[in-house]
């Protein structure tokens, strides 16, 4: 019987080199029709020494229910469905930013991957706050089973709480994270629970002189009409941003 093998292969190979010695093989096009789920396809295929191999996005294609992509010289497949961080390990995860998942919420060493492809490893600052300083919103897009198996998601970016029961579950100053707002920081991207934020950021002692003026941390801003601080990172000033950075000439 004729030997049908099915490979994956990016490229079409048709010869290798082994210690000196070059070995050739004959391509010819795949002969055999292909059906999916019942459903003919067209997919080109190669047969090479009685094998028939096809280029994997071009079977993820007509497959579905996964892609293919090739990043940092790394080819990558992922499921239609996105694969989940482990909940319960105490092994370093990847977060991407943002994107909803079911993980444990971040912890030191984690790697959180933000939009434009940056890499930040997860550590704590100064304070002891986890991720300070380093322009990250861990917390966002988390998905927690608590009590009651009660699923909830953080997705809210300001004046969100987050009222699941995770039971004893802390940030990283100590504090239980059940019911308090997780805030973001507009300007740096930057997002903490309440109490950290309390616990890495204070007033400035001194008066602003202008408009939109910002604190040297970046956590407050000056409100000439109402002339005093307020926290920069429990306020929607999304909409505003470009004139704030303006404003320092951060633009």
Known sequence: MKKFTLGFIIGGVICSALTG???????TANPFPIRVDGVEKSIEGYNINDSTYFKLRDVADAVGRF???FTNNTITISTSQEPSEPTNTDEPITIHEGEVSQRRFAREG???IKADGTAVVLKKGAHGVLGEGQGVAPGLGVTVTG??????TMTNVTNSVFSGDVGAQ????????NNQPYYVNNITGEGHWGCEWMAMTSMPATEGTFRYQLSEDKNWIWDDIMHGWTTLYNQNFSSYAD???????LH
């Open 67 to 69: 892609t293919v992509g």
């Open 21 to 27: 010695f070059a070995v050739e093989y004959a391509v």
């Open 243 to 249: 004139m704030v950075l303006e404003a320092n000439g």
């Open 110 to 112: 984690d790697t959180v």
């Open 147 to 152: 009590v009651g198996n009660t699923t909830v």
């Open 170 to 177: 802390v940030d990283s100053v100590g504090e239980r994270i």
